[in-house]
């Protein structure tokens, strides 16, 4: 099980590095320091590797909806605090979730499809809910929904963990950016941010 972890968390860095299709087998051996034969008794394929990868870092992102709790602001603020830390922890898996995944064939295209899906309607939910609310102002639900997710996802592209905004900041500044799009007055309640 041991070996399998330090397979997947190779795979996971050089898929996000170099792109799913730009990895073989061989480079996989030879940062386990594996021969390429003996790589196979513990996997069947990389592309099994691929949809493990996928699958971890949706569990970590359907974790984070799970804990939600609390009103529609207080939801979306723990939404992109949780969001943004497993992008933070989990950089690599979270990269080849957002970008790698559909290179998978079917129906493990399908099933990261599914998962992918499953996260976008629990946050759209959300923000249905602070609608339904009049909490959330927005004039689309689902573009909205686009919007928030688009927002946060691309944060794998630059977000650096030595960078000059610590994670606890930079979601609060997230969340103040987001909750003012859906129409969230926080100034004069001390919001996320403290400063109007």
């Known amino acids: ?22 990895t073989s087998m061989r480079d996989l051996a030879k940062e386990l ?9 513990h996997i069947a394929s990389k592309e099994e590797l691929l949809i493990e ?3 971890r870092a949706a569990e970590r992102f ?8 609390g009103d529609p602001v207080a939801k979306l603020k723990g939404l992109v605090q949780g ?13 080849v979730f957002f970008h790698e995944w559909k290179h998978l064939s079917p129906p493990l295209l399908e099933e990261a499809k599914a ?10 939910g959300i923000i249905q809910e602070g609608v ?36 606890e900041k930079l979601s609060e500044a997230y969340a103040t950016l987001i909750l003012r799009a859906l129409g969230v007055e926080l100034g004069n309640k001390g919001g996320a941010d403290g400063e109007a």
Do not use: C
């Open 83 to 95: 969001h943004l830390r497993v992008i933070a922890e989990e950089l690599p898996r979270a990269t």
């Open 132 to 167: 339904e609310q009049g909490v959330f102002h927005v004039p689309s639900v689902r573009l909205a929904t686009l919007f928030v997710l688009s927002a946060l996802n691309w944060t794998y592209q630059w977000y650096r963990p030595d960078g000059p905004l610590s994670l």
């Open 115 to 124: 998962l992918r899906r499953k996260y976008e309607e629990g946050v759209q």
């Open 1 to 22: 099980m041991e070996r399998r972890e330090q397979i997947l968390s190779i795979a996971s860095h050089l898929f996000s590095q170099r792109g799913y299709h730009a």
């Open 33 to 41: 320091n594996l021969q390429g034969g003996s790589l196979y008794a």
């Open 62 to 69: 359907l974790a984070v909806l799970d804990s939600l709790e």
């Open 53 to 55: 990868v996928v699958r």
